[in-house]
């Protein structure tokens, strides 16, 4: 058998894995449309938990570097740090949330500002393209505003926007699994070299 038949065998085989991924992220595209703010919820406490569990290993990994001699101050500090990050997203899952939101819009506010400028800058080269700049620095920085304005919002497009990404995802791997299995089936079928 040849490497390319190899590789057939396995993509015949297994196609079915891909058909199954594609088809877990259309539901969950679905549910997080359907359903944004349970998905928030169970977001924040699945971080949560990875950040608990980082700690822990963090500060395991602490004693560890201890007893051979090595320096573990660090380990000590990023584990409490990890827990304790871990439990402000599991009690306060929103606020975590509203402050990447706000983050979000500081820095779409500064790109407006750095937008806006650069298009004023260069009005007077010719061909510059100055007022796509001009564009974009608006556009940023409205999106900035309604995100400082209306923090939720960005919260709910966020969710949406991931959900949405989730189900195009999902149908390019369940059709795509149906590609590999037929080029699985031929390649296994083909005459060896």
Do not use: H, Y
């Not at 584990?79 to 779409?108: E, Q």
Request: hydrophobic share 65%; net charge positive; charged share 5%.
């Amino acid at each position: 058998m040849t490497s390319v038949q190899g590789i057939g065998t396995v993509a015949a085989k297994f196609w079915w894995v891909l058909l199954v991924r594609g088809i877990l992220l259309i539901v969950l595209g679905i549910m997080m449309i359907a359903w944004p703010s349970a998905t928030v919820t169970v977001f924040a406490v699945l971080f949560a938990a990875f950040l608990f569990v980082d700690g822990v290993l963090e500060i395991v990994q602490g004693f560890q570097d201890r007893k051979v001699g090595q320096p573990s101050a660090g380990n000590f500090i990023l584990g409490a740090l990890a827990i304790i990050f871990g439990l402000v997203v599991l009690f306060w899952p929103r606020g975590v949330l509203t402050a990447i939101v706000i983050l979000i819009a500081i820095w779409a506010i500064l790109a407006a500002v750095a937008g806006i400028s650069a298009g004023i800058r260069l009005r007077k080269v010719a061909g510059s393209g100055w007022g796509w700049f001009l564009a974009f620095g608006i556009l940023a920085g409205l999106f900035g505003i309604a995100l400082i304005v209306n923090p939720s919002a960005g919260i709910s497009t966020l969710v949406w926007l991931v959900g949405f990404w989730a189900i195009l995802t999902g149908i390019m791997l369940a059709a795509f699994s149906f590609v590999i299995r037929k080029v699985g089936n031929t390649i296994i079928d083909a005459p060896a070299a």
